[in-house]
């Protein structure tokens, strides 16, 4: 199936590297995350994209791309006394926190960053530096569930079902209050 999906990939892509002309920057960073939800598998996606293909097929929409593999993040859960009803959260907001510096650190040598997740909930880190980078990014959300739940909407618990509501400037007087979650606050 991901060797199907890299041609569509390719296609999506030339829009994006073919408006620079020259010599364009890519980083990618793993982020081996399954503990936003209750499944395993999740956390090998990024080895398994890699290993399908990525980077040839990155070179496939133009000679032109520059390529920095920063392999797969490492991180440690918060110290916290967790939430009600956020399973996990110590380790998603741990791997979200890590995942956030590494953007910043990836877009001082990049043009772009391409995220290889994981569950949804990395897209906290994930968004939140594509934001601290440029703040008029703009994200369109396409899933088939909203992501948009916090601990007292959550059928679940799980966090990947929750990572829009921590990115929204209209929850953050809600999300602010959850431990651990400072770093968020930068943009």
């Not at 080895?47 to 399908?52: F, G, L, Q």
């Not at 956020?86 to 650190?105: D, R, S």
């Not at 990836?106 to 960053?113: G, L, P, R, T």
Request: charged fraction near 20%.
């Amino acid at each position: 199936m991901l060797k199907k999906a890299l041609p569509r990939f390719q296609q999506l892509s030339r829009n994006i590297v073919s408006s620079s002309g020259s010599g364009r920057r890519i980083g990618i960073v793993g982020v081996p995350l399954s503990d936003g939800q209750a499944k395993n598998g999740t956390e090998l996606a990024p080895e398994a994209i890699r290993n399908a293909g990525l980077q040839k097929a990155l070179n496939g929409i133009s000679g032109n791309i520059k390529i920095k593999d920063y392999g797969d993040i490492r991180y440690t859960p918060e110290a916290s006394p967790g939430y009600k009803n956020m399973e996990n959260y110590e380790k998603v907001i741990g791997c979200n926190k890590v995942l956030f510096e590494k953007m910043k650190q990836a877009f001082k040598e990049n043009d772009q960053v391409l995220t290889l997740g994981g569950d949804h909930s990395m897209a906290i880190g994930s968004v939140l530096g594509h934001l601290e980078h440029d703040p008029d990014f703009i994200l369109v959300w396409i899933d088939a569930h909203a992501d948009i739940n916090l601990n007292v909407t959550s059928p679940t618990g799980h966090m990947h079902g929750m990572p829009v509501s921590f990115l929204m400037e209209e929850m953050r007087n809600l999300t602010s209050k959850f431990p651990n979650l400072n770093w968020t606050n930068r943009r």
